[in-house]
Every structure is written in C-alpha cells, then in structure tokens.
C-alpha cells in the first residue's frame, strides 16, 4: 500500500456491503465480506447480517443459511436481527423446515420470538397449503404471548383455502 492510503475500517466496510445488501446485489455484498476478511478485518454481526439480508432479497436463501452458520462457527453471535433474516429468506423461498430449524435454532441461543420470527412461518404454512402447521405456529404465538397482526392471520386463512 502507498503511504498515507487510508485503509477502510470496520465501520466502512458495513457501510459498503450494507449498502450492496439494500439493493439486494448478494453476490457484490458477500465479496465484499471476503475482501474484507482478506483486508484483516474481522466481520461482526452488522457484517453477516446485511450479507444475509441480501441473500434473501436475491433468493439465495441457503447461502443465507450457510452464512449464519458461518458467523456461529467463527464465534460471532448471531443477534435476534440475524435469525429473522434467515428465517424470513429460507420461508421466503420455500423452504419451510429449514426456516423451522433457524427458528428453534433461535430459541436454543436464548432469543424470545417475536413477530418478526413467526411471520414468515405461517406464510410460508400458507403457500405450501399447510394449514395444520400455519394453526399450531399461530398458537405458538399466542403462548409466547404475542399477539398476531392482521396479515399473520390473512396468511393463516389463506393456508385453509389452499388446503381444501
């Protein structure tokens, strides 16, 4: 490097891939999470998380999956944000039990669901005609003490339409 080149910090690189993420350019926002790790320095939560927020803008939702488990297996801890991201990309795209997984994955590292964690769920019960499944997450949510808003409950009803 030349001398006096200002080298991007921490904070500039999230700026950047945050930036990627909110136009949902996955892959431009994940090489940018490489090139800041080859730079020597270490992503933090805002890091993988905006990353993850891309992936699931663009459908990439099992490089979404892949990147929380990333971020868990470097010893970052994944904040609530981080769960509903990937929950909300995996369900999203279709994948159902594996957005189920993330969400008990969620409970497991001592984060209490909120809205934001079950309405991809009973959308996702809603495409797919599970309404069973779309029934029993809405109980969950009730028992969690938390109070379903109008679409969790259109996604509900659409699940029992679909499942005629």
């Known amino acids: ?4 080149e200002v080298k991007p910090d921490l904070i500039s690189w999230n700026s950047a891939i945050n930036s990627h993420a909110k136009l949902g350019r996955a892959d431009d926002a994940t ?3 490489d090139e800041m790790r080859e730079e020597r320095v ?3 939560v805002v890091s993988y ?3 993850i927020n891309a992936c ?3 459908a990439q939702s099992q490089q979404a999956a892949r990147l929380l488990s990333t971020m868990q297996n470097t010893r970052i801890d994944p904040n609530i944000y981080t769960f509903c991201t990937t929950i909300n990309a995996l ?3 279709g994948l159902l039990d594996d957005a189920v997984e993330v969400f008990h994955d969620m409970r497991r590292a001592a984060f209490e669901p909120n809205e934001a964690a079950y309405a991809p769920i009973v959308g996702a ?3 797919a005609g599970r ?4 029934a029993e997450w809405l109980d969950s949510m009730i028992k969690d003490m938390l109070r379903p808003s109008a679409p969790i409950y259109g996604n509900a009803i659409s699940a029992c339409k679909s499942s005629r």
């Open 91 to 93: 369900a999203r795209d």
């Open 31 to 33: 090489l940018l999470l």
């Open 1 to 4: 490097r030349a001398v006096g």
């Open 131 to 134: 309404a069973g499944e779309a």
């Open 125 to 127: 019960c809603a495409r």
């Open 56 to 58: 699931g803008k663009a």
């Open 49 to 51: 998380t905006s990353v």
């Open 42 to 44: 270490l992503p933090d």
